[in-house]
């Protein structure tokens, strides 16, 4: 059977952008020639990054005017790490999101959605991991600097943190699917553990019985689960994409953040 990968690429691009989730490299310009003074950060890191390939040596075949510092190198590994792991992050959203309607009430077996939402917080999380680290490194860079210019960046500064406090949310998710409960049949078991030790305790198991009362609660509170697991996953889900949407304004911070300190040293 041949399957339609561009069908579902598209499909799954159409998920993204409903969601407000576009490409990284989409962030910066408003056209071919304008800034985006709302994500200038990008643009400054394209046209103005902490290390610049010395091309003209390359083509020249001379030495370079001078060699990068261990800084430029590891601010430039980490922001370029960043790009791609949130390339990753976007993949694997948009192919929990392509899943999610097939997700269905007390499902013993994982799914496709939890498979790729547990992929996109592993990414995410790194991503978010890349842009602490380049700030820890941009502070190191231009201590004195920032000591400096210390008032005037304050409101970029705590504008970064709410954002890596926001993002702490999914950190905390990926934590706990990584050290606790992974996957759905651990969650059912751990559901119908619970039910067992209930009735354990009460010594008896919920009446079931055509038209009698109790089944009927029985029955009724079983919808209301299945309901409150369905908006659950729709949760998570907006979980994912809002992190996204997070992370990019913080990667715009903070490379505006490094250019501007770096352009005042």
């Given at each position: 059977?041949?399957?339609?990968?561009?069908?579902?690429?598209?499909?799954?691009?159409?998920?993204?952008?409903?969601?407000?989730?576009?490409?990284?490299?989409?962030?910066?310009?408003?056209?071919?020639?304008?800034?985006?003074?709302?994500?200038?950060?990008?643009?400054?890191?394209?046209?103005?990054?902490?290390?610049?390939?010395?091309?003209?040596?390359?083509?020249?075949n001379t030495p370079p005017s001078r060699a990068p510092t261990k800084a430029e190198q590891r601010l430039m590994e980490l922001g370029h790490d960043f790009f791609g792991l949130m390339k990753g992050t976007r993949h694997f959203i948009g192919h929990?999101?392509?899943?999610?309607?097939?997700?269905?009430?007390?499902?013993?077996?994982?799914?496709?959605?939890?498979?790729?939402?547990?992929?996109?917080?592993?990414?995410?999380?790194?991503?978010?991991?890349?842009?602490?680290?380049?700030?820890?490194?941009?502070?190191?860079?231009?201590?004195?600097?920032?000591?400096?210019?210390?008032?005037?960046?304050?409101?970029?500064?705590?504008?970064?943190?709410?954002?890596?406090?926001?993002?702490?949310?999914?950190?905390?998710?990926?934590?706990?699917?990584?050290?606790?409960?992974?996957?759905?049949?651990?969650?059912?078991?751990?559901?119908?553990?619970?039910?067992?030790?209930?009735?354990?305790?009460?010594?008896?198991?919920?009446?079931?019985?055509?038209?009698?009362?109790?089944?009927?609660?029985?029955?009724?509170?079983?919808?209301?689960?299945?309901?409150?697991?369905?908006?659950?996953?729709?949760?998570?889900?907006?979980?994912?994409?809002?992190?996204?949407?997070?992370?990019?304004?913080m990667g715009e911070l903070s490379f505006r953040i490094e250019h501007s300190w770096r352009q005042a040293k």
């Amino acid at each position: 059977m041949t399957i339609d990968l561009d069908a579902v690429r598209n499909r799954v691009e159409e998920l993204l952008l409903s969601r407000g989730v576009f490409d990284i490299d989409a962030f910066g310009w408003l056209n071919e020639n304008d800034v985006d003074p709302e994500f200038a950060g990008y643009a400054m890191w394209t046209l103005d990054p902490p290390y610049d390939h010395d091309v003209s040596s390359w083509q020249e075949n001379t030495p370079p005017s001078r060699a990068p510092t261990k800084a430029e190198q590891r601010l430039m590994e980490l922001g370029h790490d960043f790009f791609g792991l949130m390339k990753g992050t976007r993949h694997f959203i948009g192919h929990a999101l392509l899943h999610q309607p097939a997700v269905r009430p007390l499902r013993v077996e994982p799914t496709d959605f939890d498979f790729n939402e547990f992929a996109a917080l592993v990414a995410l999380t790194a991503a978010s991991d890349r842009l602490r680290d380049f700030i820890i490194v941009t502070k190191r860079q231009y201590k004195k600097t920032r000591d400096k210019l210390h008032v005037s960046s304050l409101g970029l500064e705590d504008a970064l943190k709410k954002g890596f406090d926001a993002i702490d949310k999914a950190r905390f998710d990926r934590n706990e699917a990584a050290h606790e409960l992974a996957t759905q049949p651990a969650r059912v078991q751990r559901q119908l553990i619970s039910a067992d030790r209930r009735a354990f305790e009460e010594q008896r198991w919920p009446v079931r019985g055509s038209g009698e009362g109790p089944y009927e609660d029985f029955i009724a509170e079983q919808e209301l689960l299945d309901a409150k697991e369905l908006a659950d996953v729709e949760a998570r889900a907006k979980l994912l994409c809002d992190c996204y949407v997070t992370l990019v304004k913080m990667g715009e911070l903070s490379f505006r953040i490094e250019h501007s300190w770096r352009q005042a040293k």
